[in-house]
């Protein structure tokens, strides 16, 4: 093949060329000068910053014949070796397909031998995260006593996977984001040395879709001019990118804003139509409020835009929709985000997303409007009779009632109130053998709720126990009301209970569950219940209290008495 892509062609041959990397270029040829040249480097970053790129214009700088030099000369032939890959000397290693042990102790055996054409071997190890751990113990001893005529880089875009012995052994250097702002500077020198035919606003929408890449962005270049035959505009951009129009970003905004759900779901379905991803679209009018936003706040962080460009229509939109609204909007679309995810109607959710932002937004309708003027006139006929009313003195006449009805929903926000009635029915009925019998089977319930999927909902029952039992019941004391209230309003779970039990027991159970204080309250009222009714003399004897507990009472009184079972 005679075409090579833009970025390889363009690939950086010196330190000048690496852009946005100032910070690590600047330590580099200041080492380089001083000749303070380490054994070992790691670059660390996201992809297409340069990392590579600088490792080999570093093996060409420390072997150039005019040594020590701040830039590579690449002209002799020492450069023009690295550059063409004829000088093995400079050995660059992928690590994703070598990762094993085998390979990195023939470095290791290997590296003791002198450079046969350069001044120093150089070892470049590209994604050396990809390495196992087997690798990079047998890397250890070397990279940190290497011959003096060796130097080691290794490059990673995740440096949090290699080992800290590792990352101590080498000088670090971190390379960022390149800034939109570069990048498009950089297309545009390549384009003008390339004759190609450019719109300086197309150039900036392929930089912010290359999130901080150059190669990235050099390659959605490259895919532009093939798409807009040795030309890029805006147009050829956008579609490249699968990005919106900035045009149809205003014109949405605006509808928004006016509550004309109409224009906004229709403009919708024109960029549907023309083969937009929901999913994108959503991501491209977040970062738009987000801009608006960033604009309302700090006009002057023009570089810190995402996604807009600062046109007229622009601006106008961020004058009028005030800050509070687009915190709105960006909230119901991030959720739309989120929901989309999960759906395979993701075109749904984003009109759906698309009417509530026009129901939200906060215009005020005008007051010409008959049905303002409708409602103020029947409002001041309401005030009028209010007013007679009170003239009256019937106003007044309510108000107690009115108190009364609005102590009613104070009692439902105390939060959970067990079945009184119930337990009092099942204590009355409730025997030992039956509460043993469920005590018994306890644990095994729970297993199998476990093993039934059910973790989350068995976990409501870590505090919980039984109580007391009849023959078609029993109670279930919680230890937190909130865990009690949160298993009576789960109705399948109180069913796989109630199946579990009969499974192990031959008896299908109800569940009736209360809060620990409130099961001492009811136990207590109850107990005190059948004292009195037995103190009464009802006929036949039927609750003659227990001997060994009057005995108990003469000895230590009612009050130091509790009785469990």
């Given at each position: ?5 833009l970025y390889r062609v363009?690939r950086?041959q010196?330190?000048?060329?690496v ?8 330590t ?13 480097y ?38 023009r ?19 094993g042990?085998e ?15 350069v ?10 995260h990809?390495?196992?751990m ?16 060796v130097?080691?880089i290794l ?8 080992p800290l012995?590792?990352?101590?052994r080498?000088?670090?250097?971190d ?19 390339s004759?190609?035919v ?5 150039l900036?929408?392929i930089a912010?879709a ?5 190669r990235?962005a ?16 805006l147009?050829?951009?956008l579609?490249v990118?699968g ?10 905004a605006?509808a ?6 109409g ?7 024109d960029?549907l ?10 991501e491209?009018?977040?970062?738009f ?9 700090a006009p ?11 046109d ?10 005030p ?18 995810k999960?759906?395979n ?22 007051r ?6 409708a ?11 209010l007013?007679?009313?009170k003239?009256?003195?019937i ?8 108190a009364q009805?609005?102590?009613k ?12 009635g119930?337990?009092?029915?099942i ?9 043993n019998?469920?005590k ?9 709720l476990?093993?039934r ?10 505090d919980?126990?039984?109580?007391a039992?009849s023959?078609?019941?029993f109670?279930l ?6 865990h ?7 109705h399948?779970?109180?069913e796989?209970?109630?199946m ?14 209360v809060?620990?204080?409130?099961w ?19 006929e ?7 001997p060994?507990?009057a005995e108990?009472?003469?000895?230590v ?9």
């Amino acid at each position: 093949m005679s075409y090579q892509a833009l970025y390889r062609v363009w690939r950086p041959q010196s330190f000048q060329d690496v852009v946005g990397q100032e910070h690590v270029t600047k330590t580099l040829q200041n080492a380089l000068l001083h000749q303070k040249i380490s054994h070992a480097y790691l670059f660390s970053g996201p992809r297409g910053t340069g990392k590579t790129s600088a490792a080999k214009i570093l093996a060409k700088a420390v072997n150039c014949e005019r040594a020590p030099i701040a830039e590579p000369c690449n002209e002799c032939d020492s450069c023009r070796g690295i550059t063409d890959g004829s000088i093995s000397d400079v050995i660059e290693i992928d690590a994703a397909s070598n990762n094993g042990v085998e390979e990195i102790r023939d470095i290791r055996d290997k590296v003791k031998f002198a450079p046969s054409v350069v001044s120093y071997k150089v070892y470049i190890i590209d994604e050396v995260h990809m390495l196992s751990m087997g690798a990079f113990n047998a890397l250890l001893k070397t990279l940190e006593e290497p011959p003096k005529h060796v130097i080691f880089i290794l490059a990673t875009t995740e440096p949090h996977k290699i080992p800290l012995t590792i990352i101590s052994r080498c000088q670090r250097f971190d390379f960022k984001r390149i800034t939109s702002h570069d990048i498009v500077n950089r297309m545009k020198h390549i384009a003008e040395e390339s004759d190609i035919v450019f719109e300086e606003k197309a150039l900036q929408v392929i930089a912010r879709a290359a999130e901080g890449g150059m190669r990235d962005a050099l390659s959605l270049m490259d895919q532009a001019v093939s798409f807009g035959q040795d030309s890029v505009t805006l147009d050829d951009a956008l579609t490249v990118t699968g990005s919106v129009a900035q045009s149809y970003l205003n014109k949405l905004a605006r509808a928004i804003h006016e509550n004309d759900t109409g224009t906004a779901i229709r403009s919708l379905e024109d960029l549907l139509y023309h083969g937009k991803d929901p999913a994108r679209f959503t991501e491209d009018f977040i970062l738009f409020f987000r801009d608006m936003l960033l604009h309302q706040t700090a006009p002057n962080l023009e570089e810190s835009l995402e996604r807009v460009l600062l046109d007229d229509e622009f601006k106008e939109l961020a004058e009028a929709i005030p800050s509070q609204q687009i915190y709105e909007y960006i909230e119901v679309l991030n959720k739309t985000q989120q929901d989309m995810k999960f759906s395979n109607n993701a075109r749904i959710y984003l009109e759906v997303s698309l009417v509530k932002l026009c129901q939200t937004s906060g215009v005020a309708q005008p007051r010409e409007s008959g049905d303002y003027q409708a409602l103020l006139s029947r409002l001041n006929e309401l005030e009028g009779e209010l007013r007679e009313l009170k003239a009256k003195g019937i106003a007044a006449a309510p108000a107690e009632p009115a108190a009364q009805t609005a102590k009613k929903p104070a009692r439902s926000a105390k939060g959970f109130r067990a079945p009184v009635g119930k337990i009092q029915k099942i204590l009355k009925e409730a025997t030992r053998q039956d509460l043993n019998l469920i005590k018994s089977r306890w644990g095994d319930m729970l297993e199998m709720l476990n093993q039934r999927q059910m973790r989350s909902q068995a976990a409501l029952l870590n505090d919980a126990e039984p109580v007391a039992a009849s023959a078609a019941a029993f109670v279930l004391k919680f230890k937190y009301e909130i865990h009690c209230q949160m298993a009576m309003d789960n109705h399948k779970f109180l069913e796989s209970i109630s199946m579990i039990l009969h499974e192990f027991t031959g008896t299908s159970y109800q569940t009736v569950g209360v809060p620990e204080e409130q099961w001492l309250q009811i136990r207590e009222d109850f107990i005190q219940h059948q004292q009195d009714e037995g103190e009464g003399g009802e006929e036949g004897g039927s609750n003659e209290e227990d001997p060994f507990i009057a005995e108990a009472k003469k000895l230590v009184g009612t009050d130091l008495l509790e009785i469990n079972d």
